[in-house]
């Protein structure tokens, strides 16, 4: 059983349309190991399997189509949410004067999209006084996230370097959307953690994201790297309490059905099917 956490070829083209627009200078080492023998590696090591678990379905129809992965032996697993993030209250409407905060959850890295995002977030600094942002889990030095907010903005922007994940409801508390522009992710559990806790969220339509979030139902989708359609997301969410708080409900109410007992139970289903479909062949 081979198990995928995002495909790396999906990775790779991205890295190189990245490359291709001037964004990022690649060494010439990377074509020979993580831009080449490596994706081979991957690719033997899907295709020899008898069962292969992916996170999305544009994973798994890349595997199929692209990689030769027989279509039987491709299934989707999705992770689940700790039990501190099931059974959380529901979102109530903002009180008055309070201001709407934006949480953005994970590494502060350029894979993240916290180039376009961050660009984003200034935008909508500048357009709505009463906003503030809080990065939780950059895995760097605040002042690293700081130093590329002006200073008219730096008292409304908060830095939770690491935290323990048990602890993330109680610091999301107070908070309304869920921002998460990341530019490729496999599934996006920062995304699904937030919802539970009862967040809008505003995210990329990267693979795995844009399967969790059911666009103008449980939050928005917008197109990866696209600095004003996340600014103008976002704003739409600030600006309109009934929508924020309808989003941030249906968001919460879907993320509760993402338990790890329901992931397991549909794990044990594939393995099952896959040690069947083994012992059939074997006794051929």
Known sequence: MTRSHGLEHLV?????????????????????????????????????????????????EYAVQRLGVPADRAALYRHGIRCEFLGLPKPEPRAQGQPVRIAQIGRYMEAKGIRSGTRALMEVLDAARGVEVTFLGTSVPSEHVMRDFPLRFRDRVHVVERYHRADLPMLLQGHQVK???????????????????????????????????????????VAAGNQGAYAEALLTLIENDERRLTLQRAAQAEAQKASWSTAAARAVEDYRRALAERGATASR
Not at 16 to 45: C, F, M, P, T
Not at 197 to 221: F, K, N, Q
């Open 12 to 60: 790779n083209e991205r890295t190189k349309a990245r490359e291709r627009e001037g964004e990022l200078a690649l060494s010439w080492k990377y074509g020979l190991y993580l831009g080449g023998w490596r994706l081979l590696e991957v690719k033997w090591s899907l295709r020899g399997a008898d069962l292969v678990l992916v996170l999305n379905e544009h994973d798994r």
């Open 179 to 221: 921002f998460f522009p990341t530019l490729t992710e496999g599934f996006g559990l920062a995304l699904l953690e937030a919802m539970a806790c009862g967040l809008a969220p505003v995210t990329s339509d990267a693979a795995g994201p844009s399967e969790i979030v059911d666009h103008d139902r449980t939050g928005l989708v």
